[in-house]
């Protein structure tokens, strides 16, 4: 996996900008959580003074994964595009600080570290992208549930034959 660190706060006190290509194959917490391993996810990271002063990242990542779907169980092409915005406390009370002065569900408060793994946030980042449940849209092959829904027989007349 690219081996990417960063100094979080010398990177956003810079302006800092990192961007790539990675396997899927490469990601494997990620492709833990897929139906293959093939695929490629495209991420940027950029740095710069964010809100009320803190030093906060921009954190891209976009892409097809395939997943399973838990309606007909077969795989199927899921893209991801997401972006969150991580502002960085230099540690865990200071998070916790920011965050109540922030008061944004929209923005994460991380710890930041002199030597943090860009990859490590863009596989965290492409895990939360994915769906509580995958689904496709429409089942490719509908047509045996409809004929399974279709072919049970009512109750009422399973007694109607007993007579």
């Not at 960063?6 to 961007?19: K, L, Q, T, V």
């Not at 897929?34 to 891209?60: N, R």
């Not at 965290?124 to 496709?136: C, G, K, T, V």
Request: charged share 25%.
């Amino acid at each position: 996996m690219n081996a990417t660190v960063i100094d979080a706060f010398d990177f956003c006190r810079h302006n800092g900008s990192e961007h790539g290509v990675t396997p899927v194959a490469q990601m494997t917490r990620l492709a833990k959580d897929c139906a293959d391993a093939s695929g490629e996810i495209t991420w940027k990271v950029e740095g710069g003074p964010g809100k009320m002063g803190y030093p906060q990242l921009i954190l891209s990542v976009a892409g097809t994964v395939q997943l399973v779907c838990q309606r007909c169980l077969t795989p199927y092409a899921h893209t991801l595009d997401s972006s969150t915005v991580l502002v960085l406390g230099k540690d865990d009370q200071e998070a916790d600080e920011i965050e109540e002065i922030i008061a944004d569900e929209s923005i994460d408060v991380i710890v930041g570290t002199r030597s943090m793994p860009v990859m490590d946030l863009v596989e965290d980042e492409a895990l939360l992208a994915l769906p509580q449940s995958p689904r496709h849209a429409v089942c490719p092959d509908a047509s045996l549930l409809d004929k399974a829904k279709s072919a049970k027989i009512s109750p009422f007349e399973a007694l109607k034959g007993l007579k």
